[in-house]
């Protein structure tokens, strides 16, 4: 017999009183299902408490994380792309800006600040991949340009972090240049003595793996993050094979084969980084 028995049948509870759970509240992680509060996530700083799964953040979040007490100094923010070529493909070009613009409170799929790490003067400039996939535009070439410059200007060490699906197709050979232009400018950095740090975050993929990703004195991830120049089902169709080995293009699988440095969860981000710079300012002495 069991121990609870019900005295009335049904739920009597009407419509009109019923309580849903507020929209915000509650997280599901995207890798293990894991439900949480919106509010744990940011205080694990948007890593999973169960499996470690390190969610996509924007370059603002980046920066309030890393800077001290969160304090920083936007840079170069009045820089926003057009459309020269009249770039037509589902819709305008100009209207998918529109469009980026309003979803993210962004002009461009990167953002560039100034700030201090543990005291050290730091440069990052970091992407935004809901704002058009991250991709590489004339807008993010620029940014990055000019922050190169700045930082031989002001001596300060240079981080750039990517999250990018590749470069930006609506604005075709425009897009494509910025990898020898960036390149070029981060060899004015090394000329000038001063660090550059790579960090690659979950997806880095196309032109911007195949420029500046991939050109630091250090190259670093965080876990699990993808990293390659095409994607598994492009590399899958060009060399004819049903499958990949696990890990493919992985960030334990780039640091097994000596393409990353080290791999850093992001709770540890801010120390590791500063020991990078005091690392640095030590070798200057």
């Known amino acids: 017999m069991a121990w609870y028995n019900r005295k009335e049948e049904g739920i009597r509870t009407s419509t009109k009183e019923k309580k849903e759970a507020p929209e915000g509240i509650w997280h599901q992680c995207g890798k293990c299902q894991f439900k949480t509060t919106v509010k744990d996530m ?3 700083l948007h890593v999973c408490p169960s499996c470690n799964h390190h969610e996509r953040i924007g370059s603002h979040q980046y920066f309030e994380i890393i800077f001290d007490k969160g304090q920083y100094k936007e840079l170069f923010d009045n820089i926003v792309a057009i459309d020269s070529l009249q770039f037509v493909d589902q819709k305008p070009y100009t209207e998918r800006l529109i469009d980026a613009k309003n979803k993210t409170g962004l002009l461009d799929a990167i953002s560039v600040a100034h700030g201090k790490v543990n005291k050290n003067d730091f440069v990052i400039a970091a992407m935004d991949f809901d704002f058009i996939g991250g991709s590489m535009g004339s807008v993010m070439g620029e940014k990055i340009s000019k922050a190169i410059d700045y930082c031989i200007e002001h001596h300060c060490p240079f981080m750039i972090i990517s999250k990018s699906g590749g470069a930006r197709m609506m604005e075709s050979a425009y897009s494509l240049m910025q990898m020898a232009k960036t390149s070029a400018k981060l060899t004015q950095l090394a000329a000038a003595k001063l660090p550059y740090i790579s960090f690659l975050t979950d997806p880095t993929t196309g032109g911007v793996t195949a420029s500046f ?20 089902r492009i590399v899958m169709e060009t060399i004819k094979v049903k499958q990949l080995p696990e890990g493919f293009q992985r960030a334990e699988s780039l640091l097994e084969n000596g393409f990353l440095d080290f791999i850093v969860e992001r709770k540890q981000l801010k120390d590791k980084l500063s020991d990078i710079l005091t690392l640095f300012k030590n070798l200057q002495a």
């Open 42 to 44: 940011k205080e694990h």
């Open 213 to 232: 990703a991939m050109l630091g004195d250090f190259n670093i991830s965080e876990p699990n993050a993808m990293i390659g120049f095409a994607g598994p």
